[in-house]
């Protein structure tokens, strides 16, 4: 019995290569030998596509991602999937590490003057794009310009920026109206969007348009030829990457790539993906339903761990324009009412090591999260007193319309605790299950629920975009202009500006702590919980770290 | 016969331009926003409105149709709103592992079923006819996901013998193609078998009773000659028009089977288009469905010919 290697020329035994043939593998090897009695041409043919597959696939890093890669532009789509594969082919000027802390990346040197108006940035020396031309400053002017138009941290540096223009080829200058403290992390952050460079040709696109090339100068090729969205999409390693000296940390630092290949295979069904793992068909499975966690922790061959510490927040978004919650004392007596661990075990299950209750709305762990004016949280849940206080905001029984998005397995299990608290405070509720597409129209309209509008609806957000106001979109407290239920709280956003203009950790602290006691006061939305998830992959995978998203650089496949 | 088939090819084209009128208002007034699924959970409104924009969908119900129908006429189905890709280049992407799991499928379905349903026609009221009947039941009963995950357990899992998931295209292999459809083409197979295999029974139970049957016995005519030949090609015309109609039922077991053995074929592109609202997807896949279908029975009404000769167009 023979393994064959990629090597062409060379036939390997199974003792000496190391490696272990499985069933399958038998059986194909049997096929090929019966193609060997049939004709020597064509068992030629099938050993050479055995070795080359055997070969291929020890190189290859096959990753099962959390949905579909349905399209490749950062800018112009931001669900975090995109963001994610996006980081293998764009890179950034900055990039955070586990501190939060913004690194240089593709930037060699940044000055700022002394009113903290202008910024002199300077490229590193050597960067190349995929299709072999230098990265220039043009194209980090024209990218950045792109960005701002859809990221909100961009659009308060756009609203502030008196000039953006390259210097030369590796220099540009940023002037601005108003001192922006928080630029760099701003340009490192991992947040949807992300400020990714790309060639000047492709940054001007509308960003509101797609971008129709995938050239950019991080350490992977985006293979579009195989790209088959919905199943497949490849990445070749760039060997033209020019990666930093220091260690890689999350954003920031040399993003070597171990691999030659990089393959996502689209999984849509959790049981095959289970199934694929634990048979060894893919490597690494970025987000496993817990359900199937218990049976894939007995499969020596698998390894498993929490993908991000940072996790998730589970979100009870009120509508603040129409009542009942329209009146905070209404979105007070829900706050009241909620019971975190019953969300959480209908969420994520019984393990422990997923959950936690969460006092704050800064993310726990985090340097931010502070409890200051938190006490609607942390004293004694009293539906009693829930109750009263909803009465005194006036309701008298109208019907409260949920929508529930039942493809969404967090959102259903929310939805359904959700529906038993509020019929609990006597609330008269209109639960509409429906899916995720019809509640992400359906929450754009401010109408009354009569008319096609809503009163509450459930999502969770990243816990990575709850570390800081920076971008937290369902922190913002700016009437009809902020997210999809439209709170108004000038506290919040007095708060929100002063971290901003906060230059040092204290002032940040300070102003996060104003900023949550405004928020339970007013209850922009319901916290129902803080939440992680595992990650799992094969015992031959090494270099897998946890993280806000999975960092493919490091990671080795024996 | 060539002036029917003429006929025929030609009365889908108002068939057509109902589905097409039909899909596109259906998906008009479904609720639901690509705009928002595209911007993201985090996106505001207002970048929800300029994306909707972007994508022409805030223009009027005609001035969206007429422009579809417009690039219909001239074979360009549009592109896909997530994707940006051609609609007609995603459906040459998938149309393959379909095709390939449907035609395995129906090869299988037709070899197993057709000699079972003989053998119960044959040994009426015995422990076969009970035992195939009963198959028969519980190809009907078990869902073809349930199904999908024994055999995923059973012969990947546990025994090694075929992978779990995914697609080998045929020219990468015959072996590799054929391995990753066995257990799917089994899996969605277990209704149309059972399907087939009870149409054959009784129409042959039926065929069987008859007088020339009787004749042919009378003559000394042997078992095998009176079953297959004198009496299944007899039965053949209800059992060919079950196997056509059938082919709707694995179009819709094939969106289940796809992505139970993550294949990529256009079940799964149709599931992930509704999901997303990518309307020019949808619409392209259904009108090529039904475009499929069409044919499939206007096929099988030729094919009456071949078996009765009775029939004439």
Sequence with gaps: MRQFDCNPGGVVPVWESGASMDRRGFLKATAAGVGLGAGVGGALGGLSRAALAQGAAARTLRFVPQANLANYDPIWGTQFVVRNASMLVWDTLYGIDNTFTPRRQMVESEEVSGDGLTWNFRLRNGLRWHDGEPVRAADCVASLSRWMVRDGMGQMLRATTDELAATDDRGFRWRLRQPYPKLLLALGKNNTPVAFMMPERLARTDPFQQITEYVGSGPMRFNRNEWVPGARATWSRFDGYVPREEPPNWLSGGKRMLVERVEWVIQPDPGTASAALQSGEVDWWETPLNDLVPVMRRNRNIRIDIADPLGNVGVFRFNHLHPPFNDPRARQAIAMAISQPDYMRAVVGDDQALWQVMNSVFTPGTPNYTEAGSEILTRPRDMAAARRLLAESGYSGQPVTILVAQDLAPLSAMGQVSNALMRGLGMNVDYVATDWGTVGSRRASKEPPGRGGWQVFHTWFAGADCTNPASYLGLRAHGEQAWFGWPSDPAIETGRDKWFAARSAAEEKAACEEINRAAMISQPFGITGFYKSYQAWRSNITGISSGPLPWFWGVSKG | ?313
């Design chain 2, 1 to 313: 016969m060539f002036a029917y088939t003429v006929r025929r090819v030609l009365a889908t084209i108002p068939v057509m331009a109902i589905v097409a009128l039909f899909v596109f208002s259906l998906l008009y007034i479904a609720p639901g926003d690509p705009a928002a699924v595209i911007a993201g959970d985090q996106a505001t409104p207002d970048d929800v409105e300029r994306i909707r924009a972007s994508l022409g969908l805030d223009r009027p119900f005609l001035v969206r149709f007429g422009e579809w129908v417009f690039r219909i006429l001239q074979g360009d189905m549009g592109v896909s709103i997530f994707t940006n890709l051609p609609v007609t280049t995603m459906i040459q992407q998938r149309i393959e592992p379909t095709l390939s799991l449907m035609v395995l499928t129906v090869c299988l379905a037709v070899s197993v079923a057709i000699p079972l349903g003989v053998l119960a026609a044959w040994k009426q009221g015995t422990i076969i006819d009970r035992a195939v009947m009963g198959m028969a039941v519980l190809g009907f009963s078990v869902p073809v996901f349930v199904v999908g995950y024994v055999l995923a357990y059973i012969f990947a899992l546990e025994l090694d013998w075929l992978p779990v998931q995914g697609y080998t295209s045929m020219t990468e292999g015959f072996w590799p193609w054929l391995e990753n459809l066995i257990l799917p083409a089994i899996a969605l197979g277990g209704v149309y078998i059972a399907l087939i295999a009870r149409i054959t029974r009784a129409t042959m139970l039926e065929v069987l009773s008859q007088d020339y049957i009787r004749t042919a016995r009378a003559k000394g005519a042997g078992q095998r000659s009176i079953l297959f030949l004198h009496a299944l090609k007899n039965a053949a015309v209800p059992i060919v028009t079950v196997i056509g109609i059938g082919v709707a039922l694995l179009i819709g077991g094939a969106v289940v089977t796809e992505s139970v053995f993550a294949i990529p074929g256009l079940g799964r592109l149709t599931v992930d288009a509704i999901l997303r609202r990518d309307y020019p997807v949808i619409q392209g896949v259904v009108l090529l469905f039904s475009f499929v279908y069409v044919l499939v029975n206007l096929a099988i009404d030729l094919l009456y010919t071949l078996f009765d000769p009775r029939i004439r167009y």
